[in-house]
């Protein structure tokens, strides 16, 4: 009797996760009918496959890259102590496999991550090591609520220690649905729970794996922030320097008149350059979120704690204005320029064409977050945001 193989179906959890847009893409590349509802476009991957128009491995890399990238646009970030670094460098392959094996974790069985579905526990479904990092991808299965359905989803953390950076990041999907149970009740579960889970995974199979507290990335906040600031205001800051005699001399001109101003207290002179380069800056608003050669992007809100401890906030969703022309940045800038820290910092990069890649990257007493707002995220916005994060990063 003959065997008869079974037909392919895209597995569900890929048919809901995976855009109608990526999907689109996929099939045009191919030159498939790439058009019509998202339904229809599965039909007509599930039908290639089965057809053998469209291999498996090629639909699987998709997947894979779909996956990995897509919705997972929250990266935690922790620096990895020197002598950590070393240890971890030092591990072979075969030596990542042992000790993973000893601490009671399986190891991935092809490191294809496209065919795992509801892991029971956290599992390890990915392993890499190379010249310059290791890398781990964690699965486990969790609850979701969808407007009172409870479905279940496959959750990964895409984990990397980089050896040249000196960094540990753990990737995930934010979500706002995670429930568990509490006896019969359903609670909600905070997602950057999750990052605690896989940390304290992998310390328990490194145990040479020191991580630093973050808060030191604060100061790196600042040199990003003030360093697009600095780009935006340029053009707007030369035009008031051409005349300098000018404000120099009404300065004067207005402190003889005005001999109570207490110039030690109020530098009319100072005061009166910023009075002019906001209003320069708020007449011409629009240019600052034009993309010029050099311009990388735009700060548009900042969280900073004053030495009191108060949080002060500044937000372009106030009157639909950018950080620059708020009157509390320029009432704070000068305390911001001593205090040289931001707890928080969202910036709109320049990415391909005319897309803007919306982050906000954030600074807790344990670690540094990035997040994406952008819904689907692609590899080459990632790897260019985190590129130029860390360019900004550095001091002068």
Known sequence: MLEVESMYILHEEHVRNISKIAFSRFLKELKFKAYGAKTAMVDTINEAVNEGTLSKEQLGQFIDSEIRYGHHRLLFVKDVEKNSIAYMKSLTYEEVQRLIITKGYSLPENNFIADVHFPTGLQICELKRDEDQLTLTYARTISCNYDGVIRRETDFAFVTINFEESTFTVRIRPRG????KDG??????????YFYIVEDAMKKIFNGLDLIKSVH?????????????????KKWRKQVEAIKDDVITISKTLSSKLPDINQEE???????TRLL?????QSNFEELKKKEEGKLGWVSSFVFSDNSGGKIKSSTKENGRAIELSE???????TI???RTFDK????????GKRIIDTRIECTQEYYEIHFFNYILNKDELDHVLSKIRTLAQGD
């Open 177 to 180: 649905g995670i429930v568990d």
């Open 184 to 193: 019969s009740k359903l609670i909600k579960v905070n997602q950057n729970a």
């Open 217 to 233: 990335f604060k100061r790196s906040m600042y040199n990003i922030g003030i360093k697009l600031t600095e780009r935006a205001e």
């Open 266 to 272: 109020f530098d009319l002179e100072f005061r009166l």
């Open 277 to 281: 380069e906001r209003a320069l800056i």
């Open 328 to 334: 509390l940045y320029y009432d704070t800038k000068d």
């Open 337 to 339: 320029d001593k205090v």
């Open 345 to 352: 910092i969202w910036i709109n990069w320049f990415g391909e």
